[in-house]
């Protein structure tokens, strides 16, 4: 199922300025929406001769065909030299060279556009640049490539993309123009899951706050071990064990590293952002509010929700904020977590 089924909308408003079409747009949206996919099929139509009546690019003509073997000379694709190995690489070697592969788009990256766009294009066309993720670029990057926004070439199209869009010099934000990413209707990411071939679709989704793609690689890449882990320990509640609990977890934390933990960001800073939606759907529970992303567990939050303390949840939910922020690197994770469950075991000795 392509991409474009979840946006369709947004690809119908898109393909309606395509005459006028401003010379840098912004995607913008929640991680795991598609946005990336979405620049790509758009630059894809942008670039192909043939384009259907949707707008989709044919996929038979000769620009397609260069883009499909990423060789199109019209196009570039701005993006971390370790995103790019990710995706070529899943798994086979790679491993020497990704230790040193940049996790930022470099300024020589942003350089080596100049050329490419002062020469004409090959099929008197248009040119296009997609910049994934855009915030993945430092102050001085940002700044070159703000250069290049601001005298725009002739036939040229910025197609930035940005899980974080506040965090982009707001000169770069203001010489774009906004395409917010929405979150699909439920219906249509469940078909989309589905198609995917992913198992318990609907949880996975409440779980992704509504997002398809994050959905799909979170069903997919085993991030089970680490909720089910976690869910295990805090809907114990008031007989929670606070130590024997971060022992527990700590175990599943070291588990988690090496090779899962490079490819889906440090197992510690995943769990405390699991912690964290936990704590916010007790929030919602306890207000009376159905829960947003533990929702095929709603009858578990709703009880435990019912035991714990109203005030010190909201204090102890804005602390794990912290945790958050700390858990790339905790000097000591076993001691980390301790502090973690001591502080939640907490919220219900309050009689
Ligand atoms: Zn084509």
């Known amino acids: 199922m392509n991409v474009i089924e979840l946006h369709y909308n947004l690809w119908s408003q898109l393909q309606a300025r395509r005459e006028r079409l401003p010379h840098a747009l912004l995607f913008s949206g929640l991680r795991g929406l598609g946005k990336f996919a979405l620049a790509r099929q758009f630059a894809a139509s942008l670039l192909c001769e043939t384009p259907l009546a949707d707008g989709t690019a044919c996929g038979n003509c000769p620009a397609c065909g260069w883009l499909a073997q990423g060789n199109h000379p019209d196009f570039r694709l701005l993006q971390p030299e370790a995103l790019a190995e990710a995706e070529e690489g899943e798994g086979e070697q790679g491993k020497e060279s990704s230790k040193k592969a940049s996790q930022q788009i470099t300024i020589d990256q942003v350089r080596a556009l100049d050329d490419f766009l002062h020469v004409g294009t090959h099929r008197q066309g248009l ?141 510690m800073k995943r769990l405390m952002e699991w912690a964290q939606k936990w704590l916010f759907d007790l929030g919602m529970a306890r207000a009376g509010l159905p829960v947003r992303y533990f929702v095929s567990e709603a009858a578990q939050v709703e009880r435990v929700a019912r035991c714990c303390d109203p005030r010190g949840l909201l204090a102890f939910s804005r602390k794990s904020l912290q945790y958050r922020r700390h858990s790339e690197h905790p000097l000591n994770s076993r001691l980390f977590l301790e502090d973690f469950f001591l502080g939640y075991a907490a919220l219900f000795n309050r009689r």
């Open 127 to 267: 040119r296009v640049v997609v910049v994934h993720p855009a915030e993945a670029m430092n102050r001085s990057t940002a700044n070159a490539l703000l250069k290049t926004l601001e005298e725009p070439a002739a036939g040229t199209h910025f197609l930035l993309v940005s899980n974080e869009a506040e965090r982009l010099l707001p000169t770069i934000r203001s010489r774009c123009q906004a395409v917010p990413v929405a979150v699909p209707s439920a219906e249509a990411a469940e078909r989309w899951l589905a198609a995917a071939g992913v198992m318990d679709a609907r949880r996975w989704l409440s779980l992704a706050g509504g997002a398809p793609l994050l959905a799909e690689e979170l069903g997919s890449s085993g991030e089970s071990q680490l909720i089910d882990a976690l869910l295990a320990q805090v809907t114990r509640g008031a007989s929670l064990d606070a130590l024997a609990a971060a022992a527990a977890l700590d175990k599943v934390v070291k588990a988690e590293k090496g090779e899962r933990g490079a490819q889906h960001g440090p197992p």
